[in-house]
């Protein structure tokens, strides 16, 4: 049989340039050869056990057929709670508020529901890898602005030059994956008197807001002096109680912001993650010593494998928070970190991203290697034992 369009590609051409995702290959070659995955963020073990026992209670107790579109009343009122409590910000449950499958579906439902065809988003580079990919199927033009090793600083002039009249929103992930970036004070003043002046929302993804070091506090963008009216704030289950499979995230905002992302949810997955979703409203109300405890049990981590990284001979970025150290492989002869990452399992029986895949400009991140290091003790001392073979 002939095909109707004989040159025309069978997938859809915006998503030509993403193939599979990173996190796919590497976890799929840590399972290969054996091999230590600090590749893919995720912990090996589990959360507070009072959020696993609230999952289990509410799959006993029928909570499992479609929530409410929005999420189900106990969890948008502590999600709200939540932002109170932490951050002084006053949220209407009722309809500032949206709980979505993770932040993956956030960040496509604000991106689908904001932008048109024609539309401009500006972003730093290296970024997280759906934000590319949601984008493109948005028909938007992402415009990025380099954030560059060793220190990932905000550079004014050419994050001024990424905006446009056509600029619809700036999406912005701090603390940051992949290169352990906070951002300053006077980094997201600038970033915030960019939007107003080119009149953009804010779209900050905050997935790793209670993990932070050595006393910084994060600043949510939503917090500061005039930016609720522009600003939707992401987050997720997922990192904040070590349960990265639940895929339960939400998005807080001024209400027509929220509206737009409720429209494209809707025919997205409608509703996900039913009995998931009381879970999340229990463990979000638990102790201070909770997320004290979550992010100094990390902050060990980081200096655990950082100075086997250091011992190993690898230049590192020193993170300020989320799960991930940047090292610079070049230090190790490498010339590309693709092909050092793909290698590396059977150098040494260790999996790390390369940091080129987030990056535009094929030259900004071309040696960057990062590391994971949200896993126990033992397995990053082995890790780390294994990465200082390199050197020798
Ligand atoms: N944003 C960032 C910066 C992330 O690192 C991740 C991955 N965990 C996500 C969004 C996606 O979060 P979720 O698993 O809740 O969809
Ligand atoms: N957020 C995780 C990371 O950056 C992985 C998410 C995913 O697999 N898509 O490693």
Known sequence: MTSPQPHRPVGNRALAPFGTTIFAEMSALAVRTGAI????????????????????????GGRNQYPPGPGVPELLEAIAVHQQ???????????????TAGATEAIAAVVLGLCEPGDEVVTFEPYYDSYAATIALAGAARRTSVLRFPDFAVDEASLRAAFSERTR???????????????TRPELDLICSLAREFDAWVVTDEVYEHIVFDGLEHVPVASLPGMWERTLTISSAGKTFSATGWKVGWV??????????????????????????PAVATALGLDDEVYAGLSSSLQRKRDLLCSGLAAA????SHPAGTYFVVADAAALGARDAMTFCRELPERVGVVGIPVSVFHDDPEA????????????????????????????
Do not use: W
Request: charged letters at 20%; aromatic letters at 8%; hydrophobic letters at 45%.
């Open 37 to 60: 995955n600090l590749g893919q963020g995720f912990p090996d073990v589990d959360g507070p056990p009072e959020l696993l026992d609230a999952a289990v209670a509410a799959i006993r």
């Open 85 to 99: 409590r932490f951050y002084g910000l006053s949220v209407d449950p009722g309809s500032e508020v949206l709980v």
């Open 169 to 183: 929103l700036v999406l912005l992930n701090t603390p940051h994956n992949p290169t352990g970036k906070v951002f």
């Open 252 to 277: 807080v905002g001024p209400r027509e912001g929220v509206a737009a992302a409720r429209s494209a949810k809707q025919f997205l997955t409608y509703v996900a993650s039913g009995p998931f979703q």
């Open 313 to 316: 001979g690898l230049p590192i």
């Open 365 to 392: 991140g071309r040696t960057l290697v990062r590391f994971a290091f949200c896993k126990r003790d033992e397995v990053l001392t082995e890790a780390a034992e294994r990465l200082a073979r390199l050197g020798g």
